[in-house]
């Protein structure tokens, strides 16, 4: 049944036909398997049901939040608080690149728009400081990651609402994960620059300068703060605090007057195209997970897994490793949605703490962001440094190896997710 329902969904990939779509007609055939009578009452269910979450009604919250900072132009003073903290050293731009990301994260949450807007900005000043374009490009792409492991995520929001968990508990998880990624690509560009040879073009700021810049990013620095705090001490909701943020931005952006009724009316409709992309496919990859979970797949797994039930490591180490050759086939909100319910039981059943298996699929669901031939983020870094995509998918892989690495070590040392969250109970 399993090989049936992936073989349906790849054709009508390769197909072109849409991805919601794609996953509906893998249930259809997953459903003659199980019990075709079943479909008719089953699909509308989950359908509907999939999307019918309090806890979802943040997703589109934070992503409003983050296009109203973009529109009204907050976060280009993010990059300029990292050129200044870190744009004279040797190399300097690919070291605004990675801080650059960190910043975004707290704001946007979404890798895809923070390779856009700094791919624009950094991949042509990179290539005029001495950096090959597929370096900076690929740099791009993967500093992005860092995005939706930093709270706030969309990943983690719908890792929440399927199992249960804390959405406090795994905003904070991701917090030394996310930095840890940023520190793998700091380290990587340090050995990149050295090796070709590229020399430090820009003078160190001032006191005064970097005091200036972080004074005018400060509105956006504090929104991660605000984001979490309120929800780790239990003022709001997760989707209560999306609201609240998204009041924080529209009176800054009213403040500043830089958040005019056109760009408003942007900032809206690029929610409302976003969001309704990604609830087409949670209500899509509902079915099919239901069918997963009625045919009994976790148990199945469980019994595989049952040589490892005492090893939580080498566990979480095999679910990876499922997850990277499926992320590399599916689009990441479908292969979270698909694969957590099916992961949640074996993982728990051998020892896995919830929280750090919900940072663990997230780093995981986002490397998939940039790994061919459905990473999102390369085709996006390939766009706006005007490469060939061909091209990306070849310098992309060391970048992937990096991030890997990283996720190991979150692997092996599950403190690094639940020290954060550990300090806050």
């Known amino acids: 049944m399993l090989a049936a329902i992936i073989g349906t969904f790849l054709v009508n990939i390769l197909l072109g036909v849409p991805l919601f779509i794609c996953l509906l007609l ?41 296009n109203l900072m973009n529109t009204s132009g907050l976060t280009s003073q993010l990059i300029r608080l990292a050129n200044s ?13 990675v801080v650059s990301s960190v910043f975004f994260a707290g704001v946007n949450g979404s890798a895809v728009a923070d390779t856009s807007a700094l791919g624009s900005l950094l991949v042509p000043a990179m290539k005029k400081e001495g950096y ?33 968990t804390s959405v406090g508990d795994l905003f904070l998880a991701g917090v030394i994960p996310g930095l840890l990624l940023g520190g793998a690509f700091l380290v990587m560009n340090y050995l990149y620059v050295r090796k070709v040879g590229i020399q430090s073009q820009h003078a160190r700021a001032s006191l005064k300068g970097v005091l200036s810049a972080f004074w005018y990013s400060a509105p956006a620095l504090i929104a991660p703060f605000i984001i979490v705090s309120s929800i780790v001490f239990g003022f709001v909701t997760p989707t209560e605090s999306g609201a609240l943020i998204v009041a924080y931005a529209l009176i800054l952006g009213l403040l500043n007057r830089t958040l005019s009724v056109r760009k408003l009316i942007e900032a809206l409709t690029d929610t409302a195209i976003l969001t309704g992309t990604i609830f087409v496919i949670i209500a899509a990859s509902s079915v ?72 663990v699929i997230t ?38 190896l990096v991030a890997i690495v990283a996720q190991i070590f979150v692997i092996c040392y599950p403190n690094l997710t639940l020290f954060l969250p550990g300090i806050f109970k």
């Open 26 to 66: 893998a249930a259809l055939i997953g459903f003659v398997f199980v019990d075709f009578s079943l479909a008719y009452r089953m699909i509308p269910q989950q359908f509907y049901g999939g999307i019918n979450s309090f806890a979802l009604m943040a997703i589109p919250l934070f992503i409003l939040a983050g």
């Open 85 to 97: 903290l870190v744009g004279h050293l040797r190399g300097g731009l690919g070291y605004v690149n």
């Open 132 to 164: 090959a374009t597929s370096y900076a490009a690929g740099l791009t792409a993967a500093s992005s990651l860092i995005g939706p492991i930093i709270p706030p995520s969309i990943f983690m929001i719908l890792y929440a609402s399927l199992t249960n």
């Open 288 to 359: 099919v997970s239901w069918l997963l979970a009625y045919a009994q797949l976790p148990a199945q797994l469980v019994v595989y897994l049952e040589p490892f039930k005492n090893n939580p490591t080498i566990v979480l180490l095999i679910l990876s490793a499922i997850t990277f050759f499926i992320g590399m086939l599916m689009e990441e909100v479908s292969a979270l949605m698909l694969l957590t319910p099916v992961f949640f039981p074996v993982a728990i059943a051998s020892g896995v703490d919830p929280i750090h298996l919900g940072v």
């Open 363 to 400: 780093v995981n669901i986002t490397i998939a962001l940039i790994t061919p031939p459905m990473g999102a983020c390369v085709f996006v870094a390939a766009a706006v440094s005007k490469l060939e995509i061909t091209e990306m998918f070849k310098s992309i892989w060391p970048f992937v």
